[in-house]
């Protein structure tokens, strides 16, 4: 069984990646991968994404430095979503948390809390763009 001929791609030709922390299962974000993405995260060991807002593909912490080295990647029983467990290097939000799911609720109200601490600036991780 190969993975590349058992993913299945939306219309837009990406699949849904949600990145977990390998060493203690905490979620780290989602993002969206095509085929390109996916090859070259199995390739380096890294990963890589499609960015539809930009429009570009983008290796995770490129800019940042705060890289996701691949420790496993998994397809799900339909072959349309990607679990890849990390190695997380520093926050994987680009607002500059461990993970992009840092506002909960207590689930019986609509008001949303920071739950976690910030460990970068977001305008010092991203300063070297301009």
């Not at 979620?27 to 570009?56: C, D, I, P, Q, Y």
Request: net charge neutral; aromatic share 10%.
């Amino acid at each position: 069984m190969h993975l590349y001929e058992k993913i299945k791609y939306n219309d837009q030709g990406l699949v849904p990646a949600i990145i977990q922390d390998f060493s203690d299962g905490k979620v780290l974000m989602m993002a969206w991968m095509n085929e390109a993405s996916v090859k070259m995260s199995l390739e380096t060991g890294f990963t890589h994404f499609w960015s539809r807002s930009r429009k570009v593909f983008w290796k995770k912490g490129e800019t940042s430095g705060h890289t996701q080295q691949i420790k496993s990647l998994s397809l799900d029983c339909d072959g349309d979503t990607l679990l890849i467990q990390v190695e997380q290097k520093g926050a994987a939000c680009h607002e500059g948390f461990r993970s992009c799911f840092f506002r909960t609720t207590d689930g019986t109200k609509p008001e949303l809390t920071i739950q976690n601490e910030r460990l970068a600036d977001p305008e010092d991780i991203y300063r070297r763009r301009a």
